[in-house]
């Protein structure tokens, strides 16, 4: 008898734990900002959806990551028509590592602690808007992705693109958290 006890007894705290276990909340790993990026080339892809001949690619270069060389801004221009719609699409790379390495797609990966804002230097005729979302709540721009609009008193000007890391709460604000990238575009205006 006693021995059938123990044995019941034992097999009960068996089935508890594994009962107990079985229902634990399943723990999920928090997404953890990482440190700031290398990021050794910015491009711009830049399409007009009314006409899609209207189109290029800007691209900015720093391949050395050496403050005495000059980043290559030769290719850092866009060419735009004034009273017109552009879509962008933003990339993000690190062109030092074979394979080439799209930071692009751990900025989206990440998004709810980045930001990437473009902004011109001078009222030159544009005005850029962010049409991509982060994964907080309530969702925040992101900025891989912008619609730039032209108006009649488009001119020659100067863009500013800084991708912002953002670990410490992201609120919306550029001004926030350190940068990953701060490079300058070009726009010249075409016929």
Known sequence: MKKYISKTLLLGSFITILVVISCQPELVEP??????EYISTV?????????????GVARWADLDNNPATHADTSTAILNLKKNSQYN????FLNETKSPIDTISKEVKAR??????????????GLTATPTDMDGNNPAL?????????TDSTLKNGMIRLKLKHQPS???GSCELGSADADVRFRVVKVN
Do not use: M, Q, W
């Open 88 to 91: 962008l699409e933003i990339l």
């Open 141 to 149: 721009p992101l900025g891989l992705k912008y619609r730039v609009l």
């Open 43 to 55: 491009k711009i892809i830049y399409v007009n959806p009314a006409d899609t001949a209207d189109k």
């Open 31 to 36: 997404v953890t900002p990482l440190e700031n």
């Open 111 to 124: 998004s709810i602690f980045h930001l990437i804002c473009i902004t011109p230097l001078t009222p030159f």
């Open 169 to 171: 709460g992201k609120n």
